[in-house]
């Protein structure tokens, strides 16, 4: 997950085939509770968090 300045939330996916990262704007239809455990799942899982900042 991620915020812009305009704390419009985006959300960060890398492709399993190529490796490529990308992000998709969230819609208003979204499940808000889904989108809060994507956005705390680093957190929990402290693998996804530094697999993470090593792509970037």
């Known amino acids: 997950m991620s915020v812009r300045p305009d704390g419009e939330w985006l959300i960060v996916h890398q492709c399993l085939a190529c ?5 998709n704007r969230i819609a208003g239809d979204d499940n808000a509770l889904v989108l809060m455990r994507l956005a705390l799942r680093p957190l929990r899982d402290t693998r996804v968090a530094s697999g993470a900042l090593l792509a970037l």
Do not use: D, N, Q, V
């Open 19 to 23: 490796g490529e990262l990308g992000a």
